[in-house]
């Protein structure tokens, strides 16, 4: 089945420690995402990638960092300098969208992570 | 840059309707509506574009008023399973940087 995988679905680390989320899609989609989901609020994107290797920062890239080496994975690393990284980190992809075409974004189940 | 949804959040008994408002301060290219069940991933419903509309589920429908920069999700008939948070996304032009709304949390009671 085609879809998009994360692990861990829980995760906890201590304070000052760099984590690393992970996200595989097997859906052959060339865009990749992540966002951050807060109580009571909405996702707010983190990075975003539309091909491998290239990717640009979303309105909160401040303390997270990600690669692209491949097509599949778009790894998110949470860094010590991320001031309050307790959240629900969720991952999604898409096929590029063509002039004139809009697309949905397929959604990972998430991973929440708790800094202690 | 964040759409603004209204409300927050609503109560419905099985069988009655909402509707569930998404408003930007930018001109729209598109809008997207998902929605969430808790601790789960968001499920698309549809995406409407600026000029057309384009089919989403049954007795779940949209609207786009370009010139009020608004969508509107009209839920018909309200069942049980609807229940959930709904969220609208919205971007100003193809391939450029999507914006999720607040949410607007839905629950339907028996």
């Known amino acids: 089945d085609g879809g998009i995988t994360q692990s861990p679905k829980y995760l906890f680390r201590k304070e000052g420690q760099n984590v690393t989320l992970s996200c595989e899609q097997n859906?052959?989609?060339?865009?990749m995402y992540w966002y951050r989901q807060d109580p009571g609020q909405g996702l707010r994107l983190i990075y975003y990638s539309q091909i491998v290797n290239d990717f640009q920062k979303g309105d909160i890239a401040e303390g997270y960092s990600v690669s692209r080496e491949k097509k599949e994975s778009f790894p998110l690393t949470v860094t010590s300098a991320q001031k309050n990284p307790t959240a629900f980190y969720l991952c999604?992809?898409?096929?590029?969208?063509?002039?004139?075409?809009?697309?949905?974004?397929?959604f990972g189940p998430g991973t929440r992570l708790t800094v202690l | 840059q964040q759409p603004v949804q209204s409300p927050q959040a609503v109560i419905l008994r099985e069988g009655e309707d909402a509707v569930i408002n998404c408003s930007s301060s930018?001109?729209?290219?598109?809008v997207h509506w998902y929605r969430q069940k808790h601790g789960e991933a968001p499920v698309f419903l549809m995406i409407l574009l600026k000029g057309g509309e384009q089919k989403g589920h049954e007795k779940i429908s949209a609207s786009f008023n370009e010139k009020k920069q608004q969508s509107s999700l009209y839920l018909t008939a309200s069942q049980l399973s609807y229940s959930g948070t709904y969220f609208c996304?919205?971007?100003?032009?193809?391939?450029?940087?999507?914006?999720f709304g607040t949410g607007t949390s839905l629950t339907v009671i028996p």
């Open positions: 930018k001109a729209l290219y598109s």
């Open positions: 999604a992809s898409s096929i590029p969208g063509l002039a004139g075409l809009s697309v949905e974004q397929f």
């Open positions: 996304g919205t971007e100003w032009a193809t391939g450029n940087q999507f914006y």
């Open positions: 859906l052959n989609h060339d865009a």
